[in-house]
Structures are given as structure tokens and as C-alpha cells.
């Protein structure tokens, strides 16, 4: 079963930068379209930002400007660099891909912002 790990969460203060990074557990399938969600507390798990194979992006609105998402094809990894973090981007940060039928999600990463 493949699993897909999440790295780099953690506090940062309000203005500051985080990079996430997510990687499979093995190379088993080259992942159709990779992304990120996020779920604060209370809230609903949201759309963050999504990436196909072919490098297209998808962001939501309240992340537009300020993150970044990337991904190595040749290593099924995606990112995501966030900038001017904001209190509201404080949640946990899910990773997620997919291959045909199937999904894949992270354990998922906190991040808190706050001064």
C-alpha cells in the first residue's frame, strides 16, 4: 500500500514562510494529478491548491499570490511554498494524489501561525 509522507510544517509568525513537502512510501504509480487541502479546526477539509501531471495549477482564492505549488514528475513529490502566512492558513495540511480510480492522502502536517 502506498503511503504518501508530508514534511515541513511547523509555527511561523505572521508575514513568515513554510515549504510542505509530500513523497511517496514507493514508486509504485506515476500519480495523475497531486495537491494539497487543508482542515482547521472545526472546519471543513478545503482545497488549497491541486497540479496535473502536465504542470497545470489550481488555487484557491484565498491562497493566490502567496503560495506556490510544484511538483518532480521524475519522483512523484509535490510542494508547496507558502509566503506571507496569515493566522487563517493555521490548520493541518493534507497531502493528496491520484492514479485512475484511486486516491492517496498524507497523515497530514500541522502548520500554525502565529505570533
Known amino acids: 500500500q502506498v503511503q504518501l509522507v508530508e514534511s515541513g510544517g511547523g509555527l511561523v509568525q505572521p508575514g513568515g514562510s513554510l515549504r510542505l513537502s509530500c513523497a511517496p512510501s514507493?514508486?509504485?504509480?506515476?500519480?495523475?494529478?497531486m495537491g494539497w487541502y487543508r482542515q482547521a479546526p472545526g472546519k471543513e477539509r478545503e482545497l488549497v491548491a491541486t497540479i496535473t501531471s502536465d504542470g497545470n495549477t489550481k488555487y484557491a482564492d484565498s491562497v493566490k499570490g502567496r503560495f506556490t505549488i510544484s511538483r518532480d514528475n521524475a519522483k512523484d513529490t509535490v510542494s508547496l511554498q507558502m509566503n506571507s502566512l496569515k493566522p487563517e492558513d493555521t490548520a493541518v495540511y493534507y497531502c493528496?494524489?491520484?492514479?485512475?480510480?484511486?486516491?492517496?492522502w498524507g497523515q497530514g502536517t500541522q502548520v500554525t501561525v502565529s505570533s
Open positions: 493528496n494524489a491520484d492514479w485512475r480510480t484511486l486516491y492517496f
Open positions: 514507493s514508486s509504485i504509480f506515476r500519480f495523475n494529478n
